[in-house]
């Protein structure tokens, strides 16, 4: 079994943390990052979209609507040059390799839904629009 949070394969028992209101399996050095819980119910290995449709109401499922909008680039570097960070400065702050925060701004490459996730958050910007808004 691999830590949920670090991928490294766990040794022995794995320990359960509640991490921002997931509850995760993680290795002995993840153990901080959360708070250790005991679980009274056994997790599936797999979790599955069918396993989780009755917690999660139709309705509210919009995020595959969302796109990655045509200008990211710009809009990453638009926002880091307003946090007055150089491109060092703010891949040592994500990081992230200078040689993909380069290749972010001129639109090289496009982030996946992590590396979005963790732009949006530290430039405080979407990255993800609505179709009709690109």
Do not use: W
């Not at 599936?44 to 309705?59: D, E, G, N």
């Not at 400065?89 to 994500?94: G, N, V």
């Not at 490459?109 to 996730?117: R, T, Y």
């Amino acid at each position: 079994m691999n830590c949920e949070v670090c991928g490294n394969p766990i040794h022995g028992e794995p320990q359960t943390v509640l991490i921002e209101g997931a509850s995760m399996r993680v290795c002995g050095n993840c153990v901080k990052l959360g708070t250790k819980i005991t679980e009274t119910v056994p997790r599936p290995s797999v979790v599955t979209s069918r396993s989780l449709a009755p917690l999660i109401p139709r309705v509210d499922i919009v995020e595959d609507e969302l796109v990655l909008r045509d200008d990211f680039g710009t809009a990453i570097k638009e926002a880091r040059e307003e946090l007055g960070l150089t491109q060092d400065e703010f891949a040592m702050k994500l990081n992230e390799r200078v040689s993909l925060i380069k290749h972010l701004e001129t639109g090289k490459i496009k982030p996946n839904d992590m590396l979005a996730a963790k732009l949006e958050r530290f430039l405080k910007i979407d990255l993800y629009v609505s179709p009709e808004y690109d």
